[in-house]
C-alpha cells in the first residue's frame, strides 16, 4: 500500500498515511452522501453528514465510553469518565433550554425522555455487562468497525440479532412495573433543571477525583501528543476533552436537524428486522412492529430512517479517519475465546439497549443531555453491569481487574 | 492492512450495500411509477371526498370503517379504538414526529397521556412540552385546530382535515410527516 508523508512542522514528526485506503473511502463517503440525497432527500444527506463527522470525531480520539469506564473501574483513572461528562455537561446546557422552547428553529423538537422502569433496570446492567464482553459500546462498536476490527465486526452482527430479539420481547418487559417518563427541566424549569443535571454530572465527576487522587496522588497529567497541527488533526490522537466539545455540538446539531437527538441502536433492530423478514421470519406481525414509528421504519427504505443513515456516515467516516491514521484493519486473526466474548457481549448489548430505551449515546448522553432521569438511571445501572462484565472478561482470556 | 481482513470488510461491504440497495427498491418500488398519470380526481368545492372515513373531524366517533384499513396497531376506526393502545410505549403524538423511528426514546408524554381514554388530558404532561405551542393536544377541546400545527401535511384536528390541498387520500399519500396509517391509504374504500 502507497503512504504518503505529511508533515505540519519541521520541529515536529510528520505523519504516514495509506492513501489508497484514505482516497477510497474519502470518494466512498462522498458518493454514498450524493445517494441518499438523490434517494430521499437533502436533509438525509446532512443527518448522514453529521454521522461522517461523528466517526471521524470517535476514532480519531478514540472516544470510546467502555475503556474510559474501564480504566477507571481497573486504574482508578477518571480522565476520560470525566471527559464524557462535560460533553453531557455541555450538551444539557443546550438542550434542556431548547426543549422548553419546543421549536427552537420553526420545527419541533422533541428530547430523549423515557419511563423510568424494570425494563431501563435490567436492560441498562445487561448493557454495561455486554459492552465489556464486547470491547465497545454502541458508538464504540460503529467506530471500531469503521476501524477495520474483525472482531468489532462480529460483535456488531451479535448487537443486531439481540436488539430484534429485544423487539419481539420489549412489550413483555413494559407491562412490569415502571414510573412515567420524568424529566428535570420539565420537573423543575429551566434553570432548576440545569442546575440539578450540572449538579449531578459534578458530583459524579468530583468522585472521579477523589477515587483517582486517593489511588495516585495526583490526576492524570493530558499527555503530551506526538504530532501537532495539521498532522495532529488528520492523524490524531485528538484531545479528549476538544473531541468531547465537537461532540456535543454534533449532538446539538443532531437535535436541531433530526429533531431527536443523536441515538443508534434503533438502527441496529431496524436492520435485524429488515433482515429476520427477508429470511421469511414474520417480524411485522410482532407488537413492536406494529407500532406506528416501528411500523414507518419498518415499511419504509433503511435510508429514511436517520439513526440508520447516520450510523452510516459514523462507520465510513471512522473508515476514513483509520485510512488518514494509517491504521485500517490492523489484524483479522483473533482466539476463540474473544470471539465468544464479542458474540455474547453483543447480544447483551442489543438485548439490552432495546429494553432501556437506548445505548450510551441514546440513553446516557442524549437521555441525560435531555433531563430525562432514565438517563441517570441507566448510568448507574450500566455501570455496575459494567463492573461486572470487567470481572467477568478473564474467562474469555481478556483483561479483567487483574491484568 | 492484511489481505484477509480487505477480503473480509470487501465482503461486508459489498453485502451491506447490495442489502441496502434492495431494501430501499423494495420499498420505494410499492408506488406506481405512471409515465403519464391521470390528473388526480380534484373533489367539488366544498365537499369532503373522505366522508364517512377516519380523516374526519372525530376519527374515533363512530366506526365508519367497515373493514379496518390500518390494520394491527392503532385503529382509530376500531369499534373500541383503544383495544390496542398505541401511546403505551411505541407511539407519541405528542412528537415533533410521532412516526419517528425511535418515538419510545423520546416520549415527554409517556404513560400519562392517552388520545383513546375517556378522559386523555386527566392529567396533562404534556403542557411544558408541547409541540403545538398555542394550541394542546391535551387541552379541554383536543380536536380544535392546531394554531401551530405540528402535524404537517396531515392535520386531525384541523377543521378540514381532507381539504384538497393536504388530502391524506390522494392517490400520493402526501400524509408523510405524520401518518398514522402508514403507506395504506385509509380512504381507498371509500
Known amino acids: 500500500m502507497s503512504e504518503t508523508t505529511l508533515k505540519a512542522r ?20 462522498v458518493v454514498v452522501g450524493i445517494a441518499i440525497a438523490q434517494a430521499v432527500d437533502l436533509h438525509q444527506a446532512v443527518l448522514y453528514g453529521l454521522g461522517g463527522l461523528l466517526g471521524i470525531s470517535l476514532y480519531h480520539a478514540s472516544f470510546g465510553f467502555t475503556g474510559g469506564w474501564r480504566r477507571f473501574s481497573v486504574e482508578k483513572r477518571g480522565r476520560a469518565m470525566r471527559s464524557q461528562l462535560l460533553m453531557i455537561g455541555v450538551a444539557a446546557a443546550a438542550f434542556i433550554p431548547m426543549l422548553a422552547l419546543g421549536s427552537p428553529l420553526g420545527n419541533p423538537i422533541v428530547g430523549a425522555v423515557a419511563p423510568v422502569g424494570t425494563s431501563v433496570l435490567v436492560g441498562a446492567f445487561m448493557f454495561g455487562l455486554g459492552m465489556q464482553l ?59 433543571g440545569l442546575a440539578v443535571t450540572f449538579g449531578g454530572l459534578a458530583l459524579v465527576a468530583l468522585m472521579t477525583v477523589i477515587v483517582e487522587k486517593r489511588a495516585h496522588g495526583s490526576l492524570e497529567a493530558t499527555p503530551k501528543a506526538p504530532r ?37 441502536t434503533f438502527g441496529f433492530g431496524l436492520w435485524g428486522a429488515k433482515i429476520a423478514q427477508g429470511i421469511g421470519i414474520p417480524v411485522e406481525t410482532w407488537e413492536f412492529w406494529n407500532w406506528a414509528g416501528p411500523a414507518k421504519a419498518l415499511g419504509n427504505s433503511v435510508l429514511e430512517d436517520n439513526t440508520s443513515v447516520m450510523n452510516f456516515g459514523i462507520v465510513i467516516g471512522a473508515a476514513f479517519a483509520a485510512a488518514l491514521a494509517g491504521k485500517f484493519a490492523p489484524k483479522v486473526s483473533v482466539p476463540m475465546a474473544s470471539l465468544l466474548a464479542a458474540a455474547i457481549g453483543g447480544l447483551l448489548m442489543g438485548y439490552g439497549a432495546r429494553l432501556a430505551f437506548g445505548c450510551n449515546i441514546g440513553a446516557f448522553f442524549s437521555g441525560i443531555a435531555s433531563g430525562s432521569v432514565h438517563g441517570w438511571l441507566w448510568f448507574v445501572l450500566a455501570f455496575a453491569g459494567s463492573w461486572v462484565g470487567i470481572a467477568l472478561r478473564p474467562a474469555f482470556g481478556l483483561d479483567g481487574f487483574r491484568k | 492492512m492484511s489481505e484477509k481482513n480487505t477480503l473480509l470488510f470487501g465482503a461486508v461491504f459489498l453485502a451491506a450495500t447490495g442489502a441496502v440497495a434492495l431494501d430501499h427498491y423494495t420499498h420505494t418500488a410499492n408506488v406506481p411509477a405512471i409515465a403519464n398519470p391521470a390528473p388526480a380526481k380534484r373533489p367539488a368545492a366544498g365537499a369532503n371526498p373522505c366522508a364517512g372515513n377516519p380523516c374526519a373531524a372525530n376519527p374515533c366517533g363512530a366506526n365508519p370503517c367497515g373493514a379496518n384499513p390500518c390494520g394491527a396497531g392503532y385503529n382509530p376506526c376500531a369499534a373500541n379504538p383503544c383495544g390496542a393502545n398505541p401511546c403505551g410505549a411505541g407511539y407519541n403524538p405528542c412528537a415533533a414526529n410521532p412516526c419517528a423511528a425511535s418515538p419510545c426514546g423520546a416520549n415527554p408524554c409517556g404513560a400519562g397521556y392517552n388520545p383513546c381514554a375517556a378522559a386523555p388530558c386527566s392529567a396533562n404532561p404534556c403542557a411544558a412540552y408541547n409541540p403545538c405551542g398555542a394550541a394542546n393536544p391535551c387541552a379541554a377541546s383536543p380536536c380544535s385546530p392546531c394554531a401551530a400545527n405540528p402535524c404537517a401535511a396531515y392535520n386531525p384536528c384541523a377543521a378540514a382535515p381532507c381539504a384538497p390541498a393536504s388530502n391524506p387520500c390522494a392517490a400520493a399519500n402526501p400524509c408523510a410527516a405524520y401518518n398514522p396509517c402508514g403507506a395504506v391509504n385509509p380512504c381507498s374504500a371509500y
Not at chain 1, 476533552?241 to 436537524?257: E, K, M, Q, R, S
Open chain 1, 10 to 29: 519541521p520541529d515536529v514528526p510528520g505523519f504516514d498515511f495509506d492513501k489508497g485506503p484514505a482516497a477510497i473511502t474519502a470518494v466512498l463517503f
Open chain 1, 134 to 192: 464486547g470491547g465497545g459500546c454502541g458508538s464504540g462498536t460503529l467506530f471500531t468497525v469503521g476501524g477495520g476490527s474483525a472482531r468489532m465486526l462480529l460483535t456488531l452482527a451479535f448487537f443486531i440479532i439481540g436488539a430484534v430479539i429485544g423487539t419481539a420481547h420489549l412489550p413483555m418487559w413494559l407491562e412490569l412495573p415502571s414510573l412515567p417518563p420524568m424529566s428535570v427541566g420539565r420537573e423543575f424549569g429551566v434553570a432548576g
Open chain 1, 228 to 264: 501537532a497541527g495539521l498532522a495532529r488533526l488528520f492523524h490524531g490522537p485528538w484531545p479528549l476533552v476538544w473531541t468531547g466539545l465537537l461532540l456535543a455540538g454534533l449532538n446539538i446539531a443532531t437535535l436541531l436537524i433530526a429533531g431527536h437527538p443523536w441515538s443508534i
